[in-house]
């Protein structure tokens, strides 16, 4: 038992240095939706622009995150003068965090065993998010905390859990609405049968403490004419039309499969076999659970898998697609479920079973680090390193303000526009640059087009940017190209597309 603690416990701090490697190199993932949200914090902590929504929703057109992870970012933001590896940091500290919130709860239900087993879990099945927190990664934070306190509820009948289970359903939306929602809905009926069965029906007034973390969306809708609500609406009642994707009743049986295997399959390989074996296991968990003697144990484990269970099937309500970072909330819950076997295994047999398991796990978490290393970090379009090297390159070799223009295969090119504005804020250069705009010095940044690209950089060049004449230099950071040119008054007097991408105005 001592040895197998001790073998647990080294394994959670192997997982969190491996969590952290990126930030000891200096560097993080640095995409399109990190990059936007940088922007977006920079307009509120810099800018001083207040914000009622977050970023545009990918699953539904003209919807919204919250704001609260904005906010959230801004002491970091603030700390680090912009800069991404100190709000990396505070991402880790986030990890941390839900590290230990799963082991309090775990412990405050089961026993040290079950909790340092659900930890170590945990802490491996998230390492593939580690290099790059988007908003999604709150309710991975927060969602054994929401599930204990439903919990509380429903086991304990004390009613003020069920105020505070409908205020964390309100935060979760914030964070992620596609996830917030479902766990609303759900937990909202269960209140709904409980308190009609306890003839306590007068409570449920208490779900409009939901309504004080949406106050945000509340007051975006009535300042722009219920933007989000027709855009609901017309999803709901109009999905079938040119103006969204098509989606036949084939692809969703297929993605909502391929979504609850990626739910309850915790290492992140999804060949057929782990995704079967995976099935197979937590359905020996509810079916052991089902059978044992009613307990607050019991109640916990079936809550997880009823929300689970909840969740996949109100989905097929969505004519959309399901992507993986709206379900990243249950992976704790899923390694709870997963290590409370030991309740029912001999103990031997449970500690082979689950060491060879972790063993696969921190081997799978050392790959993950080791591609990062050797094919990502300091080579990708989105390595936070690489776009700073471009910036710096640009700057460092400009001795009079100049003009830049940013092409991507997305049109928002978010990434390189925040490397720019980092520098040119935080780096004291004299010399300033200026996005979308033409001067004796003008570069172009290009990030590298796929064949299966709308986009065109030889059109957005001629025709968008309206540049004709040839570089005079060029430079090469691995994929991304950037090309120096000298304008004459005539050239700069040519205008540029007005309609390209060049502020937050598409979020």
Partial sequence: MRYFYIFVFISIVYGIYLFSYHLLHGDLLFHTDIARDFLLIQDIAVNHKLTLIGPRAGGIPGTFFGPLWLYLMIPAFLIGHGNPITVGYFWLVLALIGLGITYYVVNKIFNPIIAICATALFTYSIIFLAPGFTQSFAPVVLSPLFLYIVYLFVEKKQIR???????LSGILIQFQPAYGS????????????????????????????????????????????????HALYNFIFHHNTQSYQQVNFAYLVQNRMEGFFGTVNIINNNTLFYNLFFVFLNLCIVILWIKTKK???????LLIYLYIIGFWLLTFLFQGTVWNYYYLGFIPLVAIALSSLITYLPKFLFFCLFSLLLVIMIANGYRSVTLWQSHFSGKDTSSWLLNKQVAKYIFQNTHQNFGYYVYSPDEFGYSKKYAMS??????????????????????????????????????????????????????????????????????????????????????
């Avoid at 069920?162 to 205020?167: D, P």
């Avoid at 307990?295 to 484990?301: A, N």
Wanted: glycine share 2%.
């Fill in 161 to 167: 859990y069920l105020g505070w289970s409908a205020f």
């Fill in 182 to 229: 479902i766990m609303l809905a759900i937990t909202f009926l269960i209140s709904l049968f409980l308190l009609v069965k306890r003839k306590q029906k007068r409570f449920l007034l208490l779900w409009l403490i939901s309504l004080l973390p949406l106050s945000t969306y509340i007051l975006f809708e009535l300042r722009h004419n219920f933007l989000e609500t």
């Fill in 295 to 301: 307990s607050g144990q019991r109640t916990f484990i």
């Fill in 422 to 507: 980092y520098i040119n804020l935080t780096d004291n250069y004299a010399e300033k640059g200026y996005l979308c705009t033409k001067k004796p010095i003008t570069y172009l940044i290009y990030e590298p087009t796929f064949s299966d690209s709308h986009t065109d950089p030889v059109f957005w060049k001629n025709v968008e940017v309206n540049i004709k004449t040839k570089p005079v230099s060029i430079k090469m950071f691995h994929q991304v190209r950037v090309e120096k040119y000298l304008l004459t008054s005539r050239q700069i007097k040519q205008p540029s597309d007005p309609t390209m991408i060049c502020g937050l105005q598409w979020r």
